[in-house]
């Protein structure tokens, strides 16, 4: 049976600049013909990321890194075991071609997402079978032709070992949140939680600072600027949703129950506390949400209540109206389709009923109640963390 943890967050963030497209403008997006500010899922993914190890939600052990510097890791590892630098990139080099992933200048092709597990165990198996690896120069080669001679610089059984080691290596993030690998698709790790980009619930408006700056050791009969230019930024009140396949979590932490139940309450403190970073150190908007359900459902489709805004919220008051708006929209779809499920929440305003919720004091209040919903749409009762 399918088990949904979904997640509704109304947050609004004083003027700031958290998430920027090409031009350093703020994110938007046209929603019900209105423009909205927009933070993408990326940001809000990586800041996730980024907080699960700041904070030490979970070991290091249980995390992965996203890097194109995989080589200079693995070398490293090897140097610590008593291998000699250059040596050390020259076999890493061949182990990663033989796995398909070619290295120029120190760097892969592309961003991998791989657990500290796999890491340790590619280092491990380099380190094992030190001698079978074998260099090659694969000089006027390019493309396909390289990546091919260097699959077949090494021994075909050392070259699956290699690959084998990519399992997900029961790394939370990648767990949740999936990867793609161009040259080893059957190594892509499906995500177990989608999470949609926070949008505006009222139309956005963009505005600029001007600013300027001054030269401290400037002669005192000069007037005038040294510097000076423009920052936008906006200020909304954003809906943030996301849900996670309980089973697919499962399935993706090879079934480690007591992990499954941490990366759970880690996801959950996440998707409270962590934030995009973009130009705070000029806005500062460390604006917590000002309304958080969670809703564990089984059997039952995923459902964003984005649309409660498809008419812009406006004039002053954007939470409590946007609040009302998204109880109106849990209240309808709850009488038209069914499959409630069982829901917390934790708010800062006044909330308009919301059908089958039960209130929550504070944030541990919260987390533990749905780590017990969670338990139960698992069948965990009585598992222990």
């Known amino acids: 049976m399918k088990s949904v943890l979904e997640v509704h967050i109304l947050q609004n963030f004083a003027p700031s600049n958290l998430n920027r497209d090409d031009t350093g403008s703020p994110k938007d997006a046209v929603f019900g013909g209105v423009r909205r500010a927009r933070i993408s899922s990326q940001s809000l993914k990586r800041s996730m990321r980024q907080y699960f190890r700041e904070q030490k939600l979970l070991e290091p052990e249980d995390l992965a890194v996203r890097t194109k510097r995989l080589s200079k890791e693995l070398t490293d590892r090897l140097v610590v075991l008593g291998h000699a630098e250059d040596e050390a990139t020259v076999k890493v080099i061949a182990a990663l071609g033989g796995m398909g992933l070619k290295v120029d200048e120190a760097k892969t092709q592309y961003l991998l997402f791989l657990g500290e597990r796999e890491i340790g165990k590619i280092a491990d198996l380099i380190h094992l079978r030190w001698d079978d690896l074998i260099v090659t120069s694969g000089e006027g080669k390019k493309g396909k032709d390289a990546k091919k001679d260097a699959k077949a610089a090494i021994p075909a059984d050392l070259g699956k070992q290699l690959r084998e080691t990519l399992d997900g290596g029961r790394a939370v993030d990648v767990a949740l949140f999936g990867r793609m690998l161009a040259d080893l698709p059957e190594r892509n790790a499906d ?11 009222g139309k ?15 002669p005192d009969d000069t007037a005038g600027a040294d510097m000076l230019g423009t920052v936008e930024f906006v200020s909304a009140t954003y809906y943030r949703y996301a849900n996670l396949d309980l089973e697919q979590l499962r399935a993706n932490l090879q079934n480690d ?33 000002s309304f958080v359900g969670f809703t564990v459902r089984q059997n039952a489709s995923p459902r964003n209540l984005a649309n409660a805004f498809e008419a812009p919220v406006t004039g002053a008051g954007l939470i409590e109206k946007s609040l009302e708006k998204l109880a109106a929209e849990w209240a309808m779809q709850d009488q038209k389709f069914g499959q409630g499920g069982q829901t917390q929440f934790l708010a800062t305003v006044k909330v308009p009923t919301l059908t089958g919720a039960t209130e929550a004091a504070n944030v541990e209040a919260l987390i533990a109640s749905t780590l017990s919903d969670v ?5 965990l009762a009585d598992a222990a963390d």
């Not at 995500?191 to 619930?201: C, E, K, P, R």
């Not at 880690?266 to 806005?283: D, E, H, S, V, W």
């Not at 338990?375 to 069948?379: E, K, N, P, Q, V």
Request: charged share 20%.
């Open 191 to 201: 995500a177990a939680a989608q999470v949609a980009h926070a949008l505006g619930t």
């Open 204 to 218: 956005a408006e963009r505005e600029f600072d001007f600013y300027t700056a001054v030269d401290d050791l400037k």
């Open 257 to 289: 129950t007591g992990l499954l139940l941490r990366g759970v309450e880690a996801f959950l403190r996440a998707c409270i506390y962590a934030a995009p970073t973009g130009k705070q150190n000029t806005f500062a908007a460390h604006n917590l949400p």
């Open 375 to 379: 338990r139960s749409a698992l069948g």
